[in-house]
């Protein structure tokens, strides 16, 4: 019977091998505009270390037929493939384009610290800043306390802003980016002479230091495209300094306060604000969105367009790529061929997600085809008995209690890893991965003073409490942890999480594409961040081994002990909802009142510390939860305990933490 189950695995591991490679075949199909488009990963040596940066070169684009280039930069947590769709619109137009992995990010060794920082800040917009009012501050705290704070602060900015005591200071700005530009201007195929920036959320900070610090060259940029900026005063810099013709892409429902000027809202008031009429050069009553003031011809062209997206889709919104393309074109004094609505690269990024799922699909019958082997006999064991099932009531309490409790303490434990936790910044250097770090620590703190709670109520009461009931134990020891399953467990979660390691260094190798969906997921580790996904990968099994414990194992309901696809999702369901639950809690708090009008729910409920990156990243971190329960779920099922599962989701967690996104 094993044998014939073993059979029809491998068949469907197989119909999933072939399927992924033709999704990232014909992905590698549209980002090339079949074959007419050469890409290449570049790496650049500098007195810093190495700059990683993926090319774009039109075939059409020659030395003696030199194109125009633009240079892409990426925001806080992406890297360079996040600029994938202007990339791919750009070059199949006829324009070589340079995707850069910024200070900290991707592929580039650099860590985020060289862009610099300093000890003071400002809680308004550059240049609306006072003493006297309280909008300029020093600010104490810990390294990456105070390059957060100074993202906005740049390199260009005169010495009030840029400079502060004991020789800090905001070094580079563009996080490489300036180093970059010099290089495209510098390819033989580029006209140098017709050369843009563009950057999304800290991207744009690092655009307007790549424009300033050419501003006056021969290879001035023409054009300079912020996707979600900030604008400030012209007096925080030296007047010498003059910005060609720029774009503002402005979304609607930013979740970060300063990309719409630390209002609630945007709305035609933001628009009329006098930083606003400033920069597009008018008045209130002749302010208007979507609208271009000035003109190309001498760089002055100034135009807010208005999005009805957030911050991190911006990246891929129709009309803002659209409008982009038009600047670009209007800014080199040129037209493209191909209409700016004649848009292909969504179709590269559905195509590169599907293939992301199914290769986390793939790895569920290689785990049941590896369940047939004598090695991994110990990772599998019987379910425990139906009788100790929880009743609806209970489960419905816990899961309530658990809800709550991850989703409150969200905003606050993940901005206090992700900024003040003391934390040794020289071994723990993932940012946002330390406010992970923190969240989770205070979670694994709750879930066992819980569990002990639970254990002892449940002796006195005469009901199972054994560690087997929750899905740690074994059927022949049920009061122990079953080290032979965990071990074993965490064999087959290698080897599961180790094919898609290894289908991504393909694809990587050979399409320049890894697994994910406009944002960072899966891509090959650097020896720098290998060392990373050690540091952090122990909190992470910890924490999902007493999450699953909890949510798939201990409060498992009887649909769990039967077959078929309707029984599994009736099991899947609420482990779902306990997994997911407080992160949805948190996504309607913040977005329900922020698309009421009103404004995001974290600034109103916390005030604007407590809004921005952690709230955007749920976009990402729920679906990532989602999928992990239905991991979990299938596992346990399968194996009657969590280890594999859990070992599999933190393998998996820790790895788009620690693969590609900022480090210090």
């Known amino acids: 019977m094993s044998n014939v189950r073993s059979k029809k695995q491998g068949v469907i591991f197989a119909v999933l091998l072939v399927l992924i490679f033709l999704c990232m075949l014909f992905a590698n199909i549209i980002q090339t505009d079949m074959g007419k488009v050469r890409i290449s990963r570049e ?25 125009p280039a633009v240079l892409l930069l990426h925001g806080y947590q992406n890297d360079a493939e996040t600029c994938a769709a202007y990339s791919i619109e750009l070059a199949r ?79 580079d700005s563009s996080a490489g980016g300036v180093y970059a530009y010099a290089l495209l201007a510098d390819l033989p195929f580029t006209d140098s002479s017709k050369m843009a920036v563009s950057g999304h959320s800290m991207g744009t900070w690092s655009s307007w230091s790549v424009a300033a610090a050419y501003s006056g060259t021969d290879i001035e940029p023409k054009a300079t495209v912020l996707q979600c900026g900030e604008l400030f005063r012209n007096s925080v810099y030296d007047p010498s300094i003059h910005f060609n013709n720029v774009l503002l892409l402005q979304a609607k429902y930013d979740e970060f306060s300063y990309f719409r000027d630390y209002e609630m809202t945007v709305d035609d008031s933001l628009l009329r604000s006098d930083l606003r009429t400033e920069f597009l050069g008018t008045d209130s009553a002749g302010a208007a969105w979507n ?9 002055s062209a100034r135009r807010i367009e ?18 982009a393309l038009d600047w670009f074109a209007s800014s080199f004094g040129t037209q493209f061929s191909l209409s700016p609505y004649a848009q292909v690269a969504m179709i590269k990024e559905y195509l590169v997600m599907a293939a992301m799922l199914l290769v986390l699909a793939a790895m569920l019958p290689l785990m049941e085809m590896l369940l047939t082997l004598p090695l991994f006999s110990s990772a599998a064991m019987p379910l425990p008995p139906e009788a100790s099932v929880k009743s609806a009531g ?38 946002v991965g330390n406010g992970f770090l923190s969240y989770f620590g205070l979670l694994i703190i709750i879930m066992i003073i819980m569990a002990i709670i639970q254990r002892s109520s449940e002796k006195k009461k005469g009901i199972d409490a054994s560690l087997y009931n929750r899905g740690l134990g074994s ?26 390691y290894i289908l991504t260094t393909i ?106 990156p952690f709230m955007s990243l749920l976009i990402l971190f729920v679906p990532q939860i989602l999928i992990y329960s239905i991991i979990g779920t299938y596992t346990y099922r399968r194996t009657g305990n969590v280890y594999t599962g859990a070992f599999t989701a933190a393998i998996l967690a820790c790895w788009i933490v620690t693969g590609g996104s900022s480090m210090l």
């Open 507 to 612: 694809f990587t190798a050979v399409f320049k594409l890894d697994f994910r969906f406009i944002w960072p997921f899966f891509k090959p580790f650097t020896k720098l961040r290998i060392g990373q996904f050690g540091v952090y990968i122990i909190v992470y099994m910890l924490f999902f081994i007493l999450s699953y414990s909890n949510a798939i194992a201990y409060s498992r309901r009887r649909s769990v002990y039967k077959k078929g696809f309707g029984a599994f999702i009736a099991a899947w369901l609420p482990n779902m909802l306990m997994l997911t639950g407080g992160g949805l809690l948190i996504v309607f708090l913040e977005y329900i009142p922020f698309f009421a009008g009103v404004g995001p729910g974290a600034d109103l409920l916390f005030g604007f510390t407590f809004g921005g």
């Open 291 to 299: 609208k271009t003031f000035g003109s190309f011809e001498d760089g």
């Open 93 to 171: 137009r006829g324009v070589v384009v340079m995707a850069l992995d910024e200070y900290g990010h991707g592929s580039t060794d650099i860590g985020l610290m060289n862009r610099g920082y300093v000890d003071h800040k400002v809680t308004v917009n550059y240049g609306n800043d006072s003493e006297a009012d309280g909008t300029y501050v020093q600010i104490g705290g810990a390294n990456r306390y105070k390059l957060m704070m100074n993202f906005s602060n740049l390199s260009f900015f005169n010495d009030h802003y840029s400079k502060g005591s004991n020789g800090l200071s905001i070094t």
């Open 475 to 500: 059927d022949h020891a049920p009061d122990r942890v079953s080290w032979g399953a965990l071990s074993c467990s965490l064999l087959l979660a290698v080897c599961m999480t180790g094919l898609v």
């Open 394 to 431: 209970k489960w419905w309490k816990g899961a309530f209690i658990t809800i709550l409790l991850s989703g409150l303490s969200y905003p606050f434990m993940t901005q206090l890893g992700h900024g003040l936790l003391p934390l040794p910044e020289s071994i723990f250097r993932m940012t």
């Open 43 to 67: 790496y650049v040596d500098t007195d810093l270390g190495r700059l990683s940066y993926k090319l774009y070169v039109p075939l059409s684009a020659t030395a003696d037929s030199p194109a």
């Open 306 to 323: 208005l999005l009805n997206t957030n911050h991190r889709l911006t990246t891929h919104n129709r009309q803002g790529l659209a409008t």
